[in-house]
């Protein structure tokens, strides 16, 4: 058996693949491919979603009820700690007392990376200010660890650029970061197929965000399942633990002592 949970705020989730709700086609798209995903924490971008303050337009919550998933607002398109902190206090309010908050400052459109800088300053004022955040950051080791010691509840280090499918562009600085972790490390932005997903959980990372990989997708229902087990066959590879690369081979069937 291996250990098939991860905790995030004290709380218990079975499934390790968090997904968001963008770029797809339409709601219904958008709920079938979460469903057959297994994902139990949902991410959407609160200043982009509707959820029920446009009254004639349709509404995330018709389809992503709060009592099957665990709702992750995040600021998206935000590029200042001031966006960032005001937005999450409105899905705070949204969503009558709300807590759990995806955070991400980004530092410019053309390549979506995070500005520490501002990060780590929303970091703060909303950690003070009562909310559990996981924090998008980037793949420096050092600023992980320091998002962790002030007391965010999990590190999401991108893995390449957001949405654009490169796969695991960075697997030194993941292993680094996974070294000093404290808080669940769950790699958000990068993935583009079902072996990158592997090869995040292969590396140890507690957990693994996407959305443009799935919705982007050709059949995006078909590979929120590959997905799903993509993510428990990783898990299960790390901890059985791989077999030790050699330089030559090796035969599955020894010979010695047997007799010709």
């Given at each position: 058996?291996?250990?098939?949970?991860?905790?995030?705020?004290?709380?218990?989730?079975?499934?390790?693949?968090?997904?968001?709700?963008?770029k797809y086609k339409d709601m219904t798209e958008t709920a079938e491919a979460i469903a057959v995903s297994g994902a139990e924490i949902v991410t959407f971008a609160v200043r982009r979603t509707n959820l029920g303050q446009n009254a004639d337009e349709p509404s995330l919550l018709d389809v992503i009820s709060p009592e099957k998933y665990t709702l992750l607002p995040n600021t998206a398109a935000c590029y200042t700690a001031d966006d960032a902190v005001r937005t999450c206090r409105l899905a705070r309010e949204l969503l009558d007392g709300h807590d759990l908050v995806k955070l991400e400052v980004l530092g410019d459109e053309k390549t979506l990376f995070p500005n520490v800088v501002e990060t780590l300053k929303a970091a703060k004022t909303l950690i003070n200010d009562g909310f559990k955040v996981m924090v998008y950051t980037s793949d420096d080791p050092i600023i992980a660890k320091q998002l962790a010691e002030m007391g965010c509840v999990a590190v999401m280090p991108l893995a390449a650029p957001i949405g654009s499918g490169l796969g695991i562009r960075n697997p030194h600085n993941i292993r680094m970061i996974l070294e000093d972790a404290t808080v669940p490390i769950i790699v958000d932005a990068g993935v583009g197929t079902a072996s990158d997903a592997a090869i995040v959980m292969e590396l140890g990372c507690d957990g693994v965000l996407m959305?443009?990989?799935?919705?982007?997708?050709?059949?995006p229902v078909l590979m929120a399942s590959a997905m799903k087990k993509?993510?428990?066959?990783?898990?299960?590879?790390?901890?059985?633990?791989?077999?030790?690369?050699?330089?030559?081979?090796s035969a599955s069937s020894p010979i010695d002592g047997t007799f010709f």
């Open positions: 058996m291996t250990d098939s949970k991860i905790t995030i705020a004290g709380v218990e989730y079975g499934s390790r693949l968090l997904v968001g709700t963008g959305n443009t990989a799935i919705a982007a997708a050709q059949k993509a993510v428990e066959a990783g898990r299960e590879a790390f901890c059985a633990g791989r077999m030790p690369r050699k330089m030559y081979a």
